[in-house]
């Protein structure tokens, strides 16, 4: 398979994006190139078109089973494994976004959970955990909506997102209406 100049830079972004999201370059663009193949690739394949070695395909693909952004399959009258990855773009923002919260969010939430049950011993202490404790109470409203938004369905989302300043528009007037009903209720 040859990469396009369109694809390959796809491609080569990818691969230097990973090392930003915690994942080596090499796995930023075995995912690229599953994502824009449009068809199910085999290790052999992979490592052709990217110039990788088995191994580090093999690796790499490991790599992306466990952040489940690639699914193994097979073709009928091919002995060789195919991966690809969720062919819908929602449901691979899904899966990214509960795979961060798993590894980094949930881990960090527990940290602050355990470090509130403390009791300070002095002023430091004191001042750390109600540091903590706005820590722990902005990630978990943080965790609460996101739970919320992904609850909806991806058109709904979509809407919410394009609605996007007048959503608070329509909040700064809702507070205006709260407001001048209480002003009115306390003549």
Known sequence: MNLTPLAERFVLHFG????????????????ALL??????????????????SRSNVGIGIKELQSWRLVKLMHVP??????????KDVWDIFRVLV????R???????????????????NEADRIAQ??????????????????EVQRLSPDTVINLMRLGAKVQKLLEFADKLK??????SSR
């Open 103 to 121: 590894r980094e969010i949930e881990p960090t939430l527990s940290m602050l959970r355990e470090a509130l049950l403390e009791k300070p011993d």
């Open 98 to 101: 509960e795979e961060r919260r």
């Open 16 to 31: 230097e994006m990973g090392s930003r999201w915690g994942v080596n370059r090499t796995v930023g663009q075995i995912y």
């Open 77 to 86: 009258g091919d002995r060789r494994d195919f991966f690809e990855p969720p």
């Open 35 to 52: 994502y824009i193949s449009g068809k199910p690739l085999c290790a052999d394949e992979i490592g052709e078109t990217l110039g990788f």
């Open 179 to 184: 407001l001048g009903g209480r002003d009115e």
């Open 130 to 147: 109600a540091r903590m404790r706005e820590m722990h109470q902005l990630i978990d409203l943080t965790t609460g909506w996101l739970d």
